[in-house]
């Protein structure tokens, strides 16, 4: 196998994203149905571009992470809170990972915000592709075929907002662990994730805000952060800049259209992999579903 192979999956196991500001439902249950509206979000994410191996037959194959994540989230009165959903898929090298969380958050009212409890199913579908290891022909083992496994585990979310002020949350991913010894031979990694952001108005220029925000990962007795502060315009146009730890450094554009919240960023990457960098499209849509009332009919004995 391939030595440089190893580089990715020791930095990081579940996928990361540069505009986790947006993408909260990911990284934490307990925003599902944080809200008024139904939102749907779509993610693509191209890491490290230009970071390549080769195989047995010369051809060479992308190395580089490749993530595409959709999600969707709504509040459902019946259950005093919300429900949720994601779907990713994170590809590097031989190995071929989709991921689907489902979730519910209870969602309450707490001094002059809202807390969301929240808890997920994990399930990932594991493939490593054999064929696309160094030598892989001539092992006996290994072969040139495939290895599928299924995976089930669980997480649970604490999210609080004060809406236009400040937010905080908490999650952890894979609290079980699970893991298998024949197969795929994986283990999914407990991950403590702590996010948290603020909104900061000018006092003399109310049209335009800070957004500073940080995303704090701990899993496997190693830490990473990311460092942001946006700049907004009349709440409809933002950019900005974000630090990941001994990984890259970021720029963020995005812009509000409608109910559309559409964003980019481009990592450069700072650390020893030496590529040209990463790039991150994201959108999503926000709505409501108006329902008619029924007129009621009242009729009077009187009358009849």
């Given at each position: 196998m391939c030595t440089s192979l190893v580089l990715p999956l020791a930095a990081q196991q579940l996928p990361q994203y540069t505009q986790y500001m947006f993408n909260k439902l990911v990284?934490?249950?307990?925003?599902?149905?944080?809200?008024?509206?139904?939102?749907?979000?779509?993610?693509?994410?191209?890491?490290?571009?230009?970071?390549?191996?080769?195989?047995?037959?010369?051809?060479?194959?992308?190395l580089?992470?490749?993530?595409?994540?959709?999600?969707?989230?709504?509040?459902?009165?019946?259950?005093?809170g919300g429900i949720g959903a994601t779907i990713q898929q994170d590809k590097i090298g031989p190995f071929n990972d989709i991921y689907f969380n489902v979730m519910y958050a209870y969602q309450t009212t707490l001094?002059?915000?809202?807390?969301?409890?929240?808890?997920?199913?994990?399930?990932?579908?594991?493939?490593i592709n054999f064929g696309d290891f160094q030598d892989a022909g001539s092992d006996p083992v290994?072969?040139?075929?495939?290895?599928?496994?299924?995976?089930?585990?669980?997480?649970i979310g604490l999210y609080y907002r004060v809406p236009d002020n400040y937010y905080v949350g908490i999650s952890v991913t894979n609290l079980l662990q699970s893991k298998k010894d024949v197969g795929t031979h994986f283990n999914m990694r407990r991950e403590i994730d702590l996010m948290a952001g603020y909104e900061f108005e000018f006092p003399n220029l109310p049209a335009i805000d800070i957004l500073p925000s940080v995303l704090i990962k701990a899993a496997s007795g190693s830490i990473q952060y990311d460092l942001t502060a946006?700049?907004?315009?009349?709440?409809?146009?933002?950019?900005?800049?974000?630090?990941?730890?001994?990984?890259?450094?970021?720029?963020?554009?995005?812009?509000d259209y409608k109910n559309f919240n559409i964003g980019y960023s481009y990592d450069f990457n700072t650390s020893a992999i030496?590529?040209?960098?990463?790039?991150?499209?994201?959108?999503?849509?926000?709505?409501?579903?108006?329902?008619?009332?029924?007129?009621?009919?009242?009729?009077?004995?009187?009358?009849l």
């Open positions: 990284i934490n249950p307990g925003y599902a149905g944080a809200g008024n509206g139904i939102c749907v979000s779509g993610t693509i994410r191209q890491q490290w571009v230009g970071f390549k191996g080769k195989k047995d037959d010369g051809s060479s194959i992308n580089g992470p490749e993530t595409y994540l959709i999600s969707i989230h709504a509040p459902i009165k019946a259950l005093r001094g002059a915000g809202d807390l969301g409890i929240g808890a997920q199913l994990n399930i990932l579908n594991k493939t290994l072969g040139n075929g495939e290895e599928t496994d299924m995976y089930f585990d669980a997480g946006l700049l907004r315009y009349q709440r409809k146009f933002w950019g900005g800049v974000s630090w990941r730890y001994q990984d890259a450094v970021a720029l963020i554009v995005g812009f030496g590529t040209t960098g990463s790039h991150e499209i994201r959108a999503s849509y926000c709505f409501k579903i108006e329902v008619d009332k029924v007129k009621k009919i009242y009729r009077n004995t009187r009358f």
